[in-house]
């Protein structure tokens, strides 16, 4: 008897000391446990802040890239003008080497002949001077045109697809090519919604140069058309671009002074009329942006030139 109380006595000090070693366990599991959730909650804000941050950079990225392509279409403005002064430049230089070299081969001459050499060198001279009076203008016009283009560019690419419009600098004008299929409804000179859209953009820049004439011409595929309304491609041509006038002079308030409608028909093709893709390239408006012709015919006289 005696012997099974001992044996239960130290039982109850066995499990008595058993349960205070887990009790003592638990707290300090719980005590990491605590500890672990506040670490988690920290990289949890810190990870929220990183995704922020990673945002901002794909804004400013595509923000970056917008500006690059911008700087890359007026590079490329730039050059071609650059290229096609050159060009003139060259031309011009060949021209008075060649009278010179002309004026350098005669060897005799008589008091008339003097005469008559000083009289072209005085032509000469007056004509360098004029040279450099249309130089001088022609290099205004191309400033102006390229900024020109560069507004419209940026201002007509804005929810337009790249093959519905083109911008482009033409000599001494600005141009812009429309496909009909954005402007007009098929075989038709009726505009579509989306014509009012792209037309107002356009308008906007025409009425801040008010120095500036307007052309709008019409063109077509090879097609045949005949209807109650249309006669032939000549007619259509005609109708769209009076169209497109129209809604310039009366929705947008564009002066009808400075408005031209012309048609082309299925002539000046841009592509061969063979293929579903070339007639789609010929079938167009063009707006062309050029001078006033007063301010053209003041550039050619030559009362102008620098005395």
Do not use: H
Not at 27 to 46: I, R, V
Not at 179 to 191: A, E, I, V, Y
Not at 284 to 289: E, L
Request: net charge positive; glycine share 4%.
């Amino acid at each position: 008897m005696r012997t099974t109380f001992k044996l239960c006595f130290l039982l109850f000090i066995g499990l008595s000391l058993f349960s205070c070693v887990t009790k003592k366990k638990y707290l300090s599991l719980q005590t990491q446990l605590d500890t672990a959730n506040k670490d988690l909650g920290k990289c949890g804000e810190s990870l929220n802040d990183y995704l922020n941050r990673l945002s901002a950079c794909e804004q400013e990225k595509e923000k970056l890239k917008g500006d690059i392509r911008t700087a890359q279409n007026a590079l490329q403005l730039r050059e071609e003008q650059i290229a096609d002064l050159r060009e003139q430049i060259s031309d011009i230089k060949s021209l008075r080497d060649k009278q010179v070299t002309q004026v350098g081969d005669l060897t005799v001459l008589s008091q008339s002949a003097n005469e008559n050499i000083r009289e072209t060198l005085s032509q000469l001279e007056k004509k360098d001077k004029y040279i450099q009076l249309l130089q001088a203008a022609k290099t205004k016009a191309d400033s102006i045109n390229l900024a020109l283009a560069v507004n419209l560019k940026g201002v007509l690419s804005e929810g337009l697809d790249d093959k519905d419009v083109e911008v482009k600098v033409d000599k001494t004008v600005v141009f812009v090519n429309l496909s009909d299929k954005m402007l007009f409804q098929s075989g038709s000179s009726n505009l579509t919604p989306r014509a009012s859209e792209v037309l107002g953009k356009i308008a906007k820049i025409v009425e801040s140069r008010p120095e500036l004439e307007v052309m709008v011409e019409g063109y077509t595929d090879n097609v045949p058309i005949k209807n109650a309304c249309m006669d032939d491609n000549w007619d259509l041509s005609v109708k769209r671009a009076t169209s497109v006038v129209r809604v310039l002079q009366k929705n947008f308030n564009v002066n009808p002074n400075r408005l031209i409608a012309a048609g082309r028909g299925e002539y000046n093709t841009l592509a061969s009329n063979s293929t579903d893709a070339g007639r789609s390239t010929n079938r167009r408006t063009r707006i062309i942006i050029l001078p006033k012709l007063d301010q053209f015919y003041d550039l050619l006289n030559p009362n102008l030139a620098p005395k």
